[in-house]
């Protein structure tokens, strides 16, 4: 259920800034991921960059 879930972020980013290219979202997404002891402070193949925090995406 993830793929959906972050596609309709991506569709959200997208409706508020449509000139978004998708390295800066990509980039977006590193910066506003959660990481914890589960995750790691790095890059690892479960939980990619760490947990997706819509709520930071979009806070103004």
């Known amino acids: ?35 914890k002891a589960t995750t790691g402070p790095v890059w690892n193949p479960r939980y990619g960059w760490g947990k997706l925090d819509a709520q930071a995406l979009f806070r103004d």
């Open 1 to 35: 259920m993830a793929a959906p879930f972050v596609a309709g972020i991506v569709a959200l980013m997208l409706q508020r800034e449509p000139r978004l290219t998708s390295g800066e979202v990509q980039q977006r997404f590193r910066i506003t991921t959660r990481r």
